[in-house]
């Protein structure tokens, strides 16, 4: 399959999308986030806001990737100060290795970068090899373990972070898209 970029389309998550995501969710994830961890992601307001220089340096990003009007992927993060945490990515299977995962990260660290956060975190499974595969391909290094992490089935994740300000990933990383 092909996929047409025009045909792509990113809006925020809402409440009627719940199931969707929540069948995304599973058909991906050994230990799925349950609708009312999705519910809370979109529905929490911060109880707190940080504005320098005239922009704003906190909040949550909860966003649908749609190809042609099918829901196909999603993202989730959050910005504080100058650090931006992905907290959770995926694309179906069906649409999987067709370079929406990469889509996907590259607006998320474009909303970063838009929010000029510096540093960029996620954790991910250790045996997730495509995936970590990806995030060094955007000059994500692995920075730390966390043993026994996640559950069902238990494994460590890896901690990886992007560092935007870093003359490498400047001049050489494959961030050019962004």
Known sequence: MKIVESKLQIRKIEVADLELLVEIEQELFPNPWSKDMFLDEISRKENFSIEIDGIERSGRHSY???????????????????????????????????????????????????????????????????????????????????????SSPQEDAIVMKLDFFLKTNLKEGNNENI
Do not use: P, T
């Not at 099918?70 to 959770?88: C, H, K, P, R, T």
């Not at 889509?103 to 975190?121: G, N, P, V």
């Open 64 to 150: 649908l990737l749609e190809y042609s009007g099918e829901v196909i992927g999603f993202f989730f993060g959050w910005a504080v100060l100058d650090e931006y945490s992905i907290m959770n990515i995926g694309i179906r299977k069906s649409y999987q290795h067709l370079g929406l995962g990469s889509f996907l990260l590259q607006k998320q660290l474009s909303m970063a970068l838009d929010l000029k956060c510096r540093y960029i975190y996620l954790e991910v499974r250790k045996s997730n090899e495509s995936a970590i595969k990806l995030y060094e391909k955007y000059n994500f290094e692995r920075v730390a373990l966390r043993k026994d992490y996640y």
